[in-house]
């Protein structure tokens, strides 16, 4: 059960911050279908599935996306789902034959969300960054350290989870509601080093003050 129980959403699998918002819609009862890198491409270590947490509540399928038959099974799926989610950087789903107009024309009322360290444009969207950068540039590391110290690192919790799995989440859901009403789908982005920085919004008005 709960308030998204029935929408079916697919997940193109990353790590972090893309795990985690599949979990939260999963959590609120989505039917989300987690597609995986036949290979693998897990986090980096070895962790039991059973201890991965983030990938809670979902199924699971190897899809090469690579291949024209992995390409089609995609855009499948599309024709079905209420949502499609992915975190490459930008161009990459277009190159594959998998970007917004192609998932869109299958589906005109799918919500596709995109999610980005740096955004879909400017000067640094085409930059490999990891959640260290986005808090560092964001400013969060500096509000949270400690005078005449050293800044103080959260891991993943303030860029990764926070500033984009929810941040994502968030939006999708708002898109989900806009579509049901007007039955048009639309494209949603969610930018990690932007949901840092709205975060920070009571400390920029203290600051100020």
Same mark, same amino acid.
């Given at each position: &059960?709960?308030?998204?129980?029935?929408?079916?959403?697919?997940?193109?699998?990353?790590?972090?911050?893309?795990?985690?918002?599949?979990?939260?819609?999963?959590? &609120?009862?989505?039917?989300? @279908?987690?597609?995986?890198?036949?290979?693998? %491409?897990?986090?980096?270590?070895?962790?039991?599935?059973?201890?991965?947490?983030?990938?809670?509540?979902?199924?699971?399928?190897? /899809?090469?996306?690579?291949?024209?038959?992995?390409?089609?099974?995609? @855009?499948?799926?599309?024709?079905?789902?209420?949502?499609? =989610?992915?975190?490459?950087?930008?161009?990459?789903?277009?190159? #594959? %034959?998998?970007?917004?107009?192609?998932?869109?024309?299958?589906?005109?009322?799918?919500? =596709?969300?995109?999610?980005?360290?740096?955004?879909?444009? $400017?000067? #640094?969207?085409?930059?490999?960054?990891?959640?260290?950068?986005?808090?560092?540039?964001? $400013?969060?590391?500096?509000?949270?350290?400690?005078?005449?110290?050293?800044?103080?690192?959260?891991?993943?919790?303030? %860029?990764?989870?926070?500033?984009?799995?929810? =941040?994502?989440? &968030? /939006?999708?859901?708002?898109? @989900?509601?806009?579509?049901?009403?007007?039955?048009? +789908?639309?494209?949603?982005?969610?930018?990690?080093?932007?949901?840092? @920085?709205?975060?920070?919004?009571?400390?920029? +008005?203290?600051?100020?003050?």
């Amino acid at each position: &059960m709960g308030p998204l129980k029935g929408f079916r959403i697919v997940e193109i699998a990353g790590i972090g911050p893309g795990q985690y918002c599949g979990m939260l819609l999963s959590d &609120m009862g989505a039917e989300v @279908l987690r597609i995986e890198r036949p290979n693998g %491409g897990g986090p980096g270590w070895e962790i039991p599935e059973s201890f991965n947490l983030m990938n809670r509540g979902r199924y699971s399928l190897a /899809v090469d996306l690579k291949s024209d038959q992995g390409r089609e099974l995609i @855009l499948g799926l599309c024709e079905k789902a209420d949502a499609l =989610y992915e975190g490459f950087r930008p161009g990459v789903m277009e190159r #594959l %034959g998998l970007g917004p107009d192609a998932c869109m024309a299958r589906n005109p009322g799918l919500v =596709y969300g995109r999610m980005t360290g740096w955004g879909q444009d $400017g000067p #640094l969207a085409e930059r490999a960054g990891h959640d260290a950068n986005f808090v560092a540039l964001s $400013g969060i590391m500096e509000v949270i350290g400690k005078k005449d110290e050293g800044p103080v690192y959260p891991p993943m919790l303030a %860029g990764d989870l926070a500033g984009g799995g929810a =941040y994502l989440a &968030m /939006v999708i859901m708002a898109a @989900l509601l806009e579509t049901s009403r007007s039955v048009l +789908g639309q494209v949603v982005d969610a930018s990690i080093l932007d949901g840092s @920085l709205s975060m920070l919004t009571p400390f920029f +008005g203290l600051q100020a003050a």
